[in-house]
């Protein structure tokens, strides 16, 4: 069966929308108008293309490579090279393209100069935020801290039982009411508490119960 070239067209441009609108998280209708255009495909495949490209900088001296694009660990786009080149006026001793990968080789203080400038940008901010993450969850998880916000925990769960139940005794309940507190921390908070008391449960519901 012979098919003409608009149909032919027609087809693979269906086919190629099918696909991209399955594997991409990019909407392909750029104008809303119910309708995906060449313009528009041919667009999409170049955000593809860019999204596949990896560009290896490589330092001719020592064999070094910095990497960037698909897969790489900074999450810096390949089309990010070109503007790296310009904005450190970098000279290019070798600039080769093969397929959606790229490798463009530097000497060794334009290689230096670049990966300076990659820490800064990205590399040093995503430690800094790091750093910053874990001394926060060290301080959540800090053994005096967890305690002294299960004191609070029970404090207040004292007053609003007994704001509930008037002239009830507390102490009646305070036990019972101690085996609920682990529902208001993390797993892994929880677990430290329960660390502290020698993974005795009992002990950690008394110390709960006391606190009230």
Known sequence: ????????????REELTRVLGE?????????DDGMISVGELEAEIEDIKDDLGTVNFVDVETGEVLFIGAG?????????????VEELNLSAIIDDTTGTERSIELNSDDFQKLDLH????Y??????KQHAADQADQERLEPENLKARLRDWAKIAAEEWEADNRGGII?????????TAEHSFEPDEWEELLYQFDNNEYRLNQYTAESM
């Open 1 to 12: 069966m012979k098919i003409k070239k608009g149909r032919l067209q027609q087809i693979i």
């Open 23 to 31: 594997q991409s998280d990019n909407d392909l209708d750029t104008n």
């Open 72 to 84: 790489s660990r900074n999450g810096i786009p390949a089309v990010k090279a070109d503007e790296f």
């Open 118 to 121: 990659i820490d800064d940008l």
């Open 123 to 128: 590399d040093r901010p995503e430690r800094d």
């Open 171 to 179: 102490d009646d309940v305070a036990m019972d009411l101690a085996t």
